[in-house]
Each structure stands twice: as C-alpha cells, then as structure tokens.
C-alpha cells in the first residue's frame, strides 16, 4: 500500500544530543513536510521541501535542520539548539506544493527528553 | 496571532444525530480550506476540502459549508457513529505560491455517544 512511514514511533534523547527522525513516503509526491503538534495545539510547520534537493524553512525552523536528497526520503534532525523538543513530530506528504491538494501524513514520532 | 480558529474545544453527540464542528480565519488571502480527523497516536486523516470558489462540498456523511463574507467554515456529519469520535482540526492555505503552508486550528474533540 502507498503511505508515508515514520520511524521510530517513540524517541528518546538526552540533553545535548541530536536526533533524526526518519520519513519516507511511496507516495510519488513532489512536496513533504515536518509539523509539530504540543497539547492542546494545533499542528506548527517546520520545513517544507517543494522538490529534491531544495527546501525551505517554516515558522519554527529554530533547532531543526533537514535535508531532501531523494524524492522519497525527507530526514529531520532536532538539533541540541532546539530547547524544548518534546513533542509528537508529522510528517506529510502532497502531490505538489503548489497545487491545492491535501496533504497525507504518517502517523508520527513522538519524542521525549530523558 | 491565530489565524484559524475552533472555539469549540469538545463536542459531545448522540449516534444518528448530526455533529457540526466550526471554524473560523481571519486572514482573507486564504482560499483552500480543509478538515482532518485525528486519533490519539496517529497522524492526521484528510476528510474534505473545500476552494474559496465554492460554499459546499460534501463526501458520504461528511459535508463542509464555507461561508466567505463571514470567513467562517463548518463541518457536518450525518449521521454521527462513535467511530467518528476523535479531534478534528480545520486547515488553511493561502494563494499567491504559498499553497504549501496548512495553518491549522487547535481542534475540537468529537465524542459520539451510543
């Protein structure tokens, strides 16, 4: 089945240390995108790539960094710099960035500080 | 500054009966307009969509209601089954190439009662 699949369901980081979250989607769409939910918040848009190899920031970028070396693939890093970085982290997926279509997401990866 | 509004953080319904979620935006150059269903641990489910050329558009049981001059949208479900039960969140994106942005409301919960 096509989908986007996030992995690790559940992540742990100690204080000082980066982690990537994995996001890969079979989807065939030129667009991804990373959110992050709080409770009792909406989703916040942290980057966005519209194409390989070319990506941009969203309103919360601080702490982040990504990178989109195939189209299937849109990594994210939370960074030591990122200083509150529990949450639950989504990943989307559309056809486009341009076009109004919806957009698909994973089921998440929620991360915790220990 | 929230620019999509749910000022209904719970609604509670009998099964059979219709279930209408609102929502509200303020900024005027949004023109594609979405709901998601969300269940704890999961990503978001895309439901329905609606472009600012249109008031209506409905799938099965869901039907979305757009109502521009008020810069107001609502979603209504008939009839309601406990398995629609879940957060439901109203998105938005604007024109002008920023089709890639969803800003999102902080969702309502939705709880069908047998």
């Known amino acids: 089945d096509g989908g986007i699949t996030q992995s690790p369901k559940y992540l742990f980081r100690k204080e000082g240390q980066n982690v990537t979250l994995s996001c890969e989607q079979n989807?065939?769409?030129?667009?991804m995108y990373w959110y992050r939910q709080d409770p009792g918040q909406g989703l916040r848009l942290i980057y966005y790539s519209q194409i390989v190899n070319d990506f941009q920031k969203g309103d919360i970028a601080e702490g982040y960094s990504v990178s989109r070396e195939k189209k299937e693939s849109f990594p994210l890093t939370v960074t030591s710099a990122q200083k509150n970085p529990t949450a639950f982290y989504l990943c989307a997926s559309s056809g486009d960035g341009v076009s109004n279509q919806p957009q698909h997401f994973g089921d998440g990866t929620r991360l915790s500080i220990l | 500054d929230q620019q999509v509004k749910q000022n209904s953080p719970s609604l509670s319904v009998q099964e059979g009966r219709i279930s209408i979620l609102n929502c509200d935006y303020t900024?005027?150059?949004?023109?594609?307009f979405l709901w998601y269903k969300k269940y704890p641990a999961e990503g978001p489910t895309f439901l329905i969509s609606i472009s600012s050329i249109k008031d209506k558009n409905e799938d099965g049981r869901f039907t979305v209601f757009l109502n521009k001059s008020a810069k107001h949208l609502s979603l209504h479900i008939v009839p309601s089954q406990p398995g629609d039960s879940a957060v439901y969140f109203c998105?938005?994106?604007?024109?002008?190439?920023?089709?890639?942005?969803?800003?999102f409301g902080k969702g309502t919960l939705l709880t069908v009662n047998p």
């Open positions: 900024n005027s150059m949004f023109d594609y």
């Open positions: 998105a938005a994106s604007g024109s002008g190439g920023s089709n890639y942005k969803l800003t």
């Open positions: 989807l065939n769409h030129d667009a």
